[in-house]
């Protein structure tokens, strides 16, 4: 089975510019969980898709916004990038809600904000 | 919401010792999890550990929820032990979300 993949790996953006990250979750999950890793913290959860819905969202603006697609794969979409959004972006996909399941991580999407 | 506090921040150790990370937590919680960031980013869990013990191989987990704390032993450690190591909660009243410490940098030198 496939793992958790995120493109692009690392990126580039100038403050106020928009971006999108993408995660393919891994095969059988129907869940996918988005966190934002600052250099030197945890990851800090943004919010969790189930079955193409929001199902939960940490503090985070609302120019962080997400998709998932019926295949179950995801896009994280931020605007008016600013220089605090440089970070490191985990995806988790996982069958079902809720931690008990499993998460599987991908790599992360290294954003810097110029 | 849950604070989620590991100790020590940073850890350096010859190979072949052992070492013992611990993690506090606020709140009573679902799930207690660890994790192992490897150098290039990825979270690879070790442990899903809500209460009790568990071991695999030289790794071993204890959580104590009644007592809100939970301790990772690595022994006989080697240098691909290094990286860092996350304790991460699913509180009660959190929904799904998994609340990270902010880990313990640890690395095994030759």
């Known amino acids: 089975e496939t793992g958790v993949t995120q493109s692009p790996t690392h990126l580039i953006k100038t403050r106020g510019q928009q971006v999108t990250l993408r995660c393919s979750s891994q095969?059988?999950?129907?869940?996918v969980s988005w966190y934002q890793q600052a250099l030197g913290q945890g990851p800090q959860f943004i919010f969790q898709?189930?079955?193409?819905?929001e199902n939960g969202r940490g503090n985070f603006p609302p120019r962080f916004s997400g998709l998932q697609f019926p295949n179950y794969s995801s896009e994280l979409n931020v605007n008016a990038l600013e220089l605090d959004d440089s970070a490191l972006y985990l995806c988790?996909?996982?069958w079902g809600t809720g931690s008990i399941n499993g998460y599987t991580f991908g790599s992360g999407t290294r954003l810097t904000v110029v | 919401g849950i604070q989620v506090e590991q100790s020590p921040p940073d850890l350096i150790l010859q190979e072949g010792a052992n070492s013992t990370l611990r993690c506090n937590f606020s709140?009573?919680?679902?799930?207690l999890q660890w994790f192992h960031q490897n150098p290039w980013g990825q979270l690879i869990n070790l442990f899903y550990?809500?209460?009790g013990t568990k071991q695999n191989g030289r790794l071993s987990a204890t959580t104590v929820a009644t007592e809100r704390y939970s301790l990772l032993y690595i022994s006989s450690s080697q240098t691909t032990d290094s990286g860092v190591y996350f304790c991460?909660?699913?509180?009660?009243?959190?929904?799904?979300?998994?609340?990270f410490g902010k880990g313990t940098s640890l690395l095994v030198t030759p």
């Open positions: 988790a996909s996982s």
């Open positions: 709140d009573s919680v679902n799930n």
């Open positions: 550990i809500p209460s």
């Open positions: 991460a909660v699913e509180a009660f009243n959190s929904g799904y979300a998994l609340n």
């Open positions: 095969s059988g999950h129907n869940t």
């Open positions: 898709y189930y079955r193409e819905e």
